[in-house]
């Protein structure tokens, strides 16, 4: 082995042979370990014969692409000082792009003994290359620049959450042998239903390699969300189908070649490693000290913002150098479009504090490779003051969990929750508009992964998440949920309607409310969790999409306020709307009313019906018509009522375009009195048109 080079991290293959790059801080010495194909034995070890500053870094000649290797670290076992050093230990390379084996639940893996009395202050020497997978020499031929995005602007976005495996598993349109798969998640039957939503952005949760947390595995369950990163590069193999890796570059291209981006759930802020107890897999045994954020005067422990058992040191400059060359390379080598980044806070968390202006945030916002990738926060972790709605830079849009309570407690019938409606239908301007942020910065949601489905909440009043074995104590205890008197599966005519009247109130308020829409995928179906609210380890029919019993009627509503939504910029407007005067006519951008057609008294500690009026604030683009305003009733009481149209300009008439007391949403039929009747508990959406009734 010569010397090589420091500047290439990971095993860079040329042609000739492959450059060897290992940071490693405090190392004594780091070794290269080559793996047979065969019966994955080790059969050679070099130690890297150079350090550059904190590289080590070596060059192997004749070695092939496709050879299996794994990386070795030296140095002092000392866990009181923060190190954990351990030889015995084979360690993944951060930086390899791709890996081949199955971690294995065993004690080996351990950098302690986990039966001594001393647990991690021990010392283990039992080899754990048997029992981990083994990195990879990649071919560079299968890493070419992946381009090509479909680039939506930010006010045009309709986000589907979905997760690879739990999409397609049940779909019977999708070939059995792609259920589970990347190539199944962009399979035709997939890109057929996304295209008929109207979805120009799928989000997709945790693609970077990741480990089954050990617990679980003792359980018999599994990491099924995937918020378990270990390999920061390496797309996780159990997702793979027939092409291997090469099939994510093919989901990749579909998706964009069907006018839809790509947004990966990215999780820098812990990994799988845990806390102290944790085992020793790659990034504790190749520097703790370094990669993770150690409890000042007792390193033996870890900082655990996150609540996962440690947080990863990104304001370490080799360690942030590792999360920016990751995102680089899954947008130009991948193609992706994007990230959500989960526990947000904890990225931007210096040794002072939350900083949106940390290291983290500094290095994104100057960086040209991500420069116009769509960027998302998750704007919270559990450290302290960790909640951090609407603190975000401009770059970024926001998780607005504010917006999904809201939207709940209102249809709910809580006190006081109209008057917060009116701030989220606005999208949350009191929490976002500073510092040149966008309306779209807002992230509207009624359900994610995390918590109940749509349905969910609309059938059950508290969890039910024993399936998770432990003891219905995990996931939110508070979903401001609603069960209509019956708890879960009910046969009931009436209950059964107005689960659904639930269900379509709260998807025309998302939909109808400025900032980003972001939809679960299944929610437009009717799919359920049986009440589960914290489904990260059921990867079973309980997790997955449940395709067979669809809800065709509400996936037909789905698509009409989506059409609705897509037709009407007024509704998806990029600033912020104060009851500004607009520049042409000098009339309000916002107006609010009660059902007698009177400005609304916000003050009424009983209010639970308004109306609201919007106009394109701006300059209308040349595409839209002057007159394009859209009047929203909101009826939460139970009795029908009777309301007064706004004064139209003349030659234009109201179109009253969605209602959903009608499963359906209604047809877009004309108003030429002044008034509708608005049934109890209903939403309805009325649209400013020509005289002639076309739509805009």
């Known amino acids: 082995m010569r010397s090589g080079t420091p500047h290439k991290l990971g095993a860079q293959l040329d042609g000739g042979g492959v450059n060897f790059g290992v940071f490693s801080e405090n190392a004594s010495k780091i070794e290269v370990c080559l793996f047979s194909r065969e019966d994955h034995s080790e059969i050679a070890r070099y130690a890297l014969p150079e350090r550059t500053g904190p590289i080590w870094h070596g060059y192997l000649e004749g070695l092939p692409a496709g050879a299996l290797y794994g990386l070795r670290a030296h140095g002092t076992y000392a866990p009181e000082n923060g190190h954990r050093f351990n ?11 791709e890996i081949e084996g199955k971690w294995s639940n065993v004690h080996h893996v351990f950098g302690y003994d986990p039966a001594s009395s001393a647990l991690d202050l021990s010392f283990d020497t039992r080899d754990s290359a048997p029992f981990v997978p083994k990195s990879v020499v990649s071919d560079p031929s299968l890493f070419t620049p992946l381009g090509n995005h479909p680039g939506h602007p930010w006010e045009e976005a309709f986000i589907y959450e979905t997760h690879v495996k739990g999409m397609t598993m049940e779909h019977p349109g999708v070939d059995a042998a792609l259920r589970g798969t990347y190539e199944g998640l962009a399979s035709e039957p997939v890109l057929e239903h996304l295209q008929k939503l109207g979805v120009t952005t799928v989000e997709i949760m945790p693609v970077h390699a990741f480990v089954d947390d050990s617990f679980l ?4 369950l599994k990491n099924y969300w995937g ?3 270990i390999g920061f590069f390496a797309a996780e193999p159990r997702y793979f189908g027939p092409a291997g890796i090469a099939g994510f570059r093919e989901m990749v291209r579909r998706f964009h070649a069907a006018g839809i981006e790509v947004i990966l759930d990215v999780v820098y802020n812990h990994t799988a490693e845990g806390d102290h107890r944790g085992p020793t897999l790659c990034f504790r045994g190749l520097d703790n000290a370094s990669y993770y954020r150690l409890i000042n005067g007792q390193p033996r422990y870890y900082v655990n913002d996150t609540g996962c058992g440690n947080t990863v040191n990104i304001s370490h400059p080799q360690v942030l150098r590792l999360v920016m060359d990751s995102l680089r390379y899954w947008v130009t080598v991948m193609g992706i479009d994007g990230f959500r980044f989960d526990l947000a806070t904890t990225l931007g968390r210096e040794h002072h504090g939350f900083d949106p202006n940390g290291s983290f945030f500094d290095a994104l916002r100057q960086d040209p490779v991500l420069a116009g990738v769509k960027l998302i926060a998750e704007p919270w972790d559990i450290g302290p003051g960790g909640y951090r709605l609407g603190e975000f830079t401009p770059e970024f849009a926001e998780w607005n969990d504010t917006a999904r309570d809201t939207f709940r407690k209102f249809w709910r019938g809580d006190a006081h929750a109209a008057q917060e409606l009116g701030a989220r239908l606005l999208g949350s301007a009191e929490k976002f508009d500073r510092n040149g942020r966008r309306a779209w910065s807002s992230i509207n949601f009624v359900a994610s992964h995390d918590g109940f489905t749509l349905n969910d909440v609309a059938a059950y009043a508290k969890r039910h998440n024993d399936a998770n074995l432990e003891n219905n104590q995990d996931g939110h205890a508070a979903n401001y949920s609603d069960n209509f008197g019956v708890e879960g599966r009910t046969g009931d005519p009436d209950i059964l309607a107005r689960r659904q009247r639930r269900k379509r109130n709260m998807l025309a308020t998302l939909f109808l409310s400025q900032g980003t829409p972001m939809l679960l995928a299944g929610d437009e179906i009717g799919n359920s969790q049986h009440g589960n609210n914290n489904a990260y380890c059921q990867d079973n029919p309980i997790g997955w999409v449940n ?7 509400l ?11 897509a037709a009407h910029s007024t509704v998806r407007q990029p600033y912020f709307l104060h009851a500004g005067r607009r520049p042409a006519d000098g009339l309000p951008d916002v107006e609010w009313w009660d059902l007698d057609g009177n400005p609304l008294n916000w003050r009424d500690p009983g209010l639970s019906s308004l109306c609201l009026l919007v106009r394109y604030a701006a300059e209308a683009p040349d595409f839209m018509d002057e007159y394009d305003t859209v009047f929203v009733v909101f009826n939460r009481d139970t009795q029908r009522a009777h309301v007064t149209l706004p004064p139209k300009p003349e030659g234009t008439v109201w179109i009253h375009s969605i209602d959903t007391a009608n499963p359906s949403g209604g047809e877009a039929v004309p108003l030429t009195n002044g008034h509708l009747w608005v049934e109890g508990k209903s939403l309805n959406a009325l649209v400013l048109g020509f005289l002639q009734g076309s739509m805009l």
């Open 547 to 553: 395709w067979g019993d669809a809800d065709e009627d």
């Open 217 to 220: 595995l003792d359980k018999g």
């Open 555 to 565: 996936l037909a509503f789905v698509q009409k306020l989506t059409a609705f939504r």
């Open 227 to 229: 918020y378990n990163s």
């Open 87 to 97: 030889p015995h230990k084979l360690l993944l390379d951060p930086y390899t792009r």
